[in-house]
């Protein structure tokens, strides 16, 4: 049984030469390198589809940010147009919601 033991010691410390010389074996450099090339690829992938992603929400919020725009726009020119129009009704229009305002913040 001890020369069981001796071998088996033998074949565990003597079997790593690769690994004892700090070098790796081919097969796992190989293996080693497709990850990483396979991880780049997929990082790149994703910075790509987040970069089109970011995009098209950019887009969307430029548009949007354009129609609130010109909706404003068109609210203060009717405004200006009913006021022009009706100036007693905006005058007493006005002090009515200045007065329940001030009624409002007054609490």
């Not at 033998?10 to 090339?37: C, D, F, H, W, Y």
């Not at 970011?54 to 404003?72: I, M, P, S």
């Not at 100036?87 to 305002?101: D, E, H, Q, R």
């Amino acid at each position: 049984m001890a020369e069981q033991n001796t071998g088996g010691s033998q074949q565990q410390q003597g079997g790593g030469t690769g690994a004892s010389g700090g070098a790796i074996p081919a097969p796992a450099a190989n293996k080693l390198e497709s990850s990483r090339t396979h991880a780049r690829q997929a990082a790149e992938d994703l910075r790509n589809a987040a970069g089109a992603i970011a995009e098209d929400y950019r887009g969307r919020a430029e548009d949007a940010w354009g129609q609130a725009r010109d909706r404003v726009r068109t609210f203060q020119e009717d405004s200006e147009q009913y006021v022009r129009e009706n100036p007693t009704k905006a005058v007493f229009t006005a002090l009515g919601i200045g007065f329940i305002l001030g009624l409002i913040f007054r609490r």
